[in-house]
């Protein structure tokens, strides 16, 4: 039985990334680790999130916080506080850590146990779009595409902070949700674990305490919408 975790959207909050890494490690059969993106931004962990995801990850794509870092996303792409972390981790990254951003990938296509995946962070249309959709109708246009695009048994994105799952005859499509920040209303640490024979997907959510990051962007003077959204998962 192999199973893989799948993780996305830390965002240098490290509490909530050992959480889950805690987690997996007891856990049985969980062979490897995908993160789907931005390790960075946001909370002021930066290097020891991606020192975290660079040891126990097989694969980790680019995020669009980690494009900006490494200067491949314009500011104009972030709002105010966003692009505000973007420089503050800038000027607090290794340059092994910086190095190693710029390694990533922003497309992948993956194969494990005769089933292909496709990896990005954002769309396969393209790199940094949100995936989603408000209707049931429009979900369905939409993987319809994406599966059409890819040409993959599965799809695997991040970026929207949100958990879902959604089967489509014999596709899969899969969004982790968020480590570091989610924003769906339901506050904690979010990630998923794919049993791939047969092909299954379980949705994993921990609670955790986050206000020592709170206490530390407070020190630091960093913006307290960050912090506080935090409470609520939004």
Known sequence: MTKIAVISDIHSNIYALEEVLKDIQKRKNIKEIICLGDTVGYYPFPNECAELIRDHCSISMLGNHDAGVIGDEPA?????????MITWTQKNLSQSNLKWLTSLPRRKTIERKKKSIYLVHGSPFKTFDYLDAYSEEQWNHMLRNAFDETGTDMLMVGHTHVPVKVKMNSKHF???????QPRHGVPGAFYSIVNMN??????IHLKYDFSPLQKKMEELGLPKSLSERLNHGV
Do not use: K, R
């Open 198 to 203: 047969p092909l299954t997907i379980s949705m």
């Open 174 to 180: 899969l969004n982790p949700g968020s480590i570091g």
């Open 76 to 84: 104009f792409f972030f709002n105010p506080t966003a692009y505000e």
